[in-house]
Each structure stands twice: as C-alpha cells, then as structure tokens.
C-alpha cells in the first residue's frame, strides 16, 4: 500500500517563503512521477506541479518562476519550494502519484494521496 506524508506547510507572509515535502513508502519511489495538487476553500483542487521519474517536471503557469519541484529518490521525498508567495497561494497542498508511471493535471486520475498540508500566505 503506497502512503504519502506532507509536511512543512505554515503561515507566512507575501513574499516569504516555505518548502514542503513529501515522503512516500510502499513502492519503488524512483520509478513513478509525483505531483503536487492544492485546494483553497471552495475552490476545486488543481494541478500545481508534476516530476517524472526521469526528474523531467512540468509547471502549472500560475507559479512557473516562483515554485519549483524537485526529488530524492534516496529518501523518497519529492519536495517543493515555494517562493516568492502571494494570498492567492493559500490552500492545502497535497501530493499524489498515479498507479502507474504516468502523470496527470487531472486529480481524478490518481489513485494514491497524503492527508495534505496548509499553506496560509498572510497579506
């Protein structure tokens, strides 16, 4: 059973920063791509980031120059570094990873996710 653990989520200000993490436990980290999702309340959950397994990632345009993706596979732990953060960046962050090796901006096609970790970016 594969589980996912966020962490680092917190309270900053505009123009701070934050790094979450997320580790993963029951397969072979190195061979699927991870994702990063967020939900702000009442809003839908969207695509924020994604990381193959070739450390190839893809960005969602609203936080390409600001978020980046990276992982280490030797700690099974993909993470993601949040700068220059606006209110708008408020919401739970969560990470998920597919079944398969593929990935998605779609949230419905993964199959496996951490219990999230807010994020609140004071004005």
């Known amino acids: 059973q594969v589980q996912l653990v966020e962490s680092g989520g917190g309270l900053v200000q505009a123009g701070g920063s934050l790094r979450l993490s997320c580790t993963a436990s029951?397969?072979?980290?190195?061979?699927?791509?991870m994702t990063w999702f967020r939900q702000a309340p009442g809003k839908e959950r969207e695509f924020v980031t994604t990381i193959g397994s070739g450390a190839g990632t893809f960005y969602a345009a609203f936080v390409k120059g600001r978020f980046t993706i990276s992982r280490d596979d030797a700690k099974n732990t993909v993470y993601l570094q949040m700068n220059s953060l606006k209110p708008e960046d408020t919401a739970i962050y969560y990470c998920a990873t597919t079944a398969n090796q593929a990935w998605s901006a779609i949230a419905s096609q993964y199959t496996y996710w951490g219990q999230g970790t807010q994020v609140t970016v004071s004005s």
């Open positions: 029951g397969r072979t980290f190195s061979n699927y791509a």
